[in-house]
């Protein structure tokens, strides 16, 4: 029986192409193509790994502080060696290195305990400042009862949860074990568009998320629910605290109001 299937060699250009990027990606092993002066090599060499390491030090400034020069580039290099980006968008790298360090990166005698929550946490002031979220204002009352209505979160506003305190970590501090409690914190964009954080507690983390899962639940049905779980002897006590947690949270503009 003949053999019809058609049998194409990749084209030399294309091999080229394919054997320029390797080598720009690991040039310690990976030999450049044939025919082109290392002195231009060296150009693109450069241009590819400054590029992208300086788009990482400058959206990861506290772990970046946490290497040395050495650690740092060589790690840089493992990404740049691994990882497969998934987007041409340089504003999107943090995010890429993000998931290198949480699905490819073998972790080294080097790194901070704690070293993907804190990425985590760096990445998410890149992630806000840059989001298009739209708050839908028209379907918002600024001056709405937050008791007797459905309080509003602002989607620019981000109630995160962590192991290690991520917020103080630096060179100077870096807990090997993550304490007895967590950290919980909400990022949030204000109004003039700069990022601030919040640190808040466990029952305010829990209200945050029962606003957003209770879509149509007023303000004080939520927080007599947390009453329930906190089995609080006295409801109105935590119904009061949790109206001046409420507010709190509105002055910051991480409430927006409530649903019309």
Same mark, same amino acid.
């Given at each position: 029986?003949?053999? %019809?299937?058609?049998?194409?060699? *990749?084209?030399?250009?294309?091999?080229?192409?394919?054997?320029?990027?390797?080598?720009? $990606?690991?040039?310690?092993?990976?030999?450049?193509? !044939?025919?082109? &002066?290392?002195?231009?090599?060296?150009?693109?060499?450069?241009?590819?790994? %400054?590029?992208?390491?300086?788009?990482?030090?400058?959206?990861?400034?506290?772990?970046?502080?946490? #290497?040395?020069?050495?650690?740092?580039?060589?790690?840089?290099? /493992?990404?740049?060696?691994?990882?497969?980006?998934?987007?041409? #968008? =340089?504003?999107?790298?943090s995010e890429e290195?993000?998931?290198?360090?949480?699905?490819?990166?073998?972790?080294?005698? &080097?790194? +901070?305990?704690?070293?993907?929550?804190?990425?985590?946490?760096?990445?998410?002031?890149?992630?806000?400042?840059?989001?298009?979220?739209?708050?839908?204002?028209?379907?918002?009352?600024?001056?709405?009862?937050?008791? &007797? @209505?459905?309080?509003?979160?602002?989607?620019?506003?981000?109630?995160?949860?962590?192991? =290690?305190?991520?917020?103080?970590?630096?060179?100077?501090?870096? +807990? *090997?074990?993550?304490?007895?409690?967590?950290?919980?914190?909400?990022?949030?964009?204000?109004?003039?568009? /700069?990022?601030?954080?919040?640190?808040?507690?466990?029952?305010?983390?829990?209200?945050?998320?029962?606003?957003?899962?209770?879509?149509?639940?007023?303000?004080?049905?939520?927080?007599?629910?947390?009453?329930?779980?906190?089995?609080?002897? /006295?409801?109105?006590?935590?119904?009061?605290?949790?109206?001046?947690?409420?507010? @709190?949270?509105?002055a910051r503009g991480?409430?927006?109001?409530? !649903? $019309?």
């Open positions: 029986m003949a053999d %019809n299937s058609i049998r194409t060699e *990749t084209p030399t250009f294309i091999k080229t192409q394919m054997q320029f990027s390797q080598h720009i $990606r690991d040039p310690e092993n990976v030999a450049p193509p !044939s025919g082109i &002066e290392d002195r231009r090599m060296n150009i693109y060499r450069d241009l590819f790994y %400054n590029n992208v390491e300086g788009f990482i030090a400058s959206g990861f400034p506290v772990i970046r502080s946490i #290497y040395s020069a050495a650690h740092w580039h060589k790690m840089i290099r /493992d990404f740049f060696i691994k990882h497969r980006c998934q987007t041409p #968008y =340089f504003l999107q790298i290195f993000l998931s290198y360090l949480q699905n490819e990166r073998t972790p080294q005698a &080097e790194d +901070p305990t704690g070293l993907i929550e804190l990425a985590h946490y760096e990445w998410v002031e890149l992630a806000l400042s840059i989001s298009t979220d739209d708050c839908h204002l028209k379907q918002i009352n600024p001056n709405g009862d937050l008791l &007797e @209505q459905h309080p509003i979160i602002s989607p620019l506003a981000w109630s995160l949860a962590y192991t =290690f305190p991520v917020h103080r970590m630096s060179p100077d501090f870096l +807990p *090997t074990q993550p304490p007895e409690q967590a950290t919980y914190l909400i990022v949030y964009r204000d109004r003039l568009d /700069d990022i601030q954080f919040m640190e808040i507690n466990a029952v305010t983390a829990q209200l945050l998320h029962l606003i957003n899962q209770s879509a149509n639940a007023t303000g004080k049905e939520i927080l007599l629910q947390i009453a329930e779980m906190l089995n609080a002897a /006295d409801h109105e006590m935590i119904v009061n605290a949790g109206l001046a947690s409420l507010q @709190q949270l509105q991480i409430i927006l109001g409530t !649903s $019309r």
